[in-house]
């Protein structure tokens, strides 16, 4: 798995939160090797646990890109200052944080459904190698990690996905965007291996529809 490529001090992170807006908290690497980084952070990290996800956001190669990861191990700052440490392990690798590049498909005239923890037959209006656009009553934080099933065709696949974008519609619904990431132990679901083969799938119909 392909994860920070140059050296870098200095990257921010985003805690899931009760708001949809993106606060990027600056932390400094004391430490990186292989998908495991240690940070420390200015200032105290509410919401945090040794199990969250987050999204961290840093500069590589002259873009801004984001990065779901979880925390492993989480404690106080060691100079006695206010922030925390964090040791945190990558989950996927680092995507455009300001424009989605991964080509998506939508799932407008397919029938393809999520379960998203437990609410299944969420509307999926979108597809890709990496993720997903899904419409459900569900709340989820930016940053959450959400169980989630894929139905389509016959077939269900399971994986762990991260909520990296959200939308309200209305007073019940919203609109989410969802990556796929690895496992707790690190290894792909069968989500991740699906989701290419699934949307190549879903454009070929589309395409034949409209041939």
Not at 50 to 76: D, H
Request: net charge neutral; with cysteine.
């Amino acid at each position: 798995m392909s994860l920070i490529c140059e050296p870098i001090t200095t990257l921010f992170v985003q805690v899931p939160d009760v708001t949809p807006r993106r606060v990027l908290h600056p932390c400094h690497v004391l430490d990186a090797g292989g998908r495991l980084v240690t940070l420390q952070s200015d200032e105290p990290l509410e919401h945090l646990v040794v199990g969250s996800t987050l999204l961290i956001y840093f500069e590589e190669r002259q873009l801004f890109v984001q990065q779901p990861a979880r925390v492993r191990e989480l404690g106080l700052a060691p100079d006695g200052g206010d922030g925390d440490l964090l040791r945190v392990e990558f989950l996927a690798a680092p995507v455009n944080a300001e424009q989605r590049q991964i080509y998506r498909v939508s799932c407008s005239d397919v029938q393809i459904t999520a379960t998203m923890n437990q609410e299944a037959g969420c509307r999926v209006v979108d597809i890709s190698a990496t993720g997903f656009g899904v419409h459900c009553a569900g709340r989820f934080h930016v940053g959450s990690a959400v169980a989630a099933q894929l139905h389509w065709d016959g077939e269900t696949v399971c994986g762990s996905v991260i909520v990296v974008s959200l939308r309200e519609l209305s007073k019940t619904h919203q609109r989410y965007g969802v990556r796929s990431t690895c496992g707790a132990d690190g290894r792909m679901e069968p989500l991740s291996k699906s989701l290419t083969r699934i949307s190549l799938a879903v454009h070929r119909e589309q395409m034949r529809r409209v041939g």
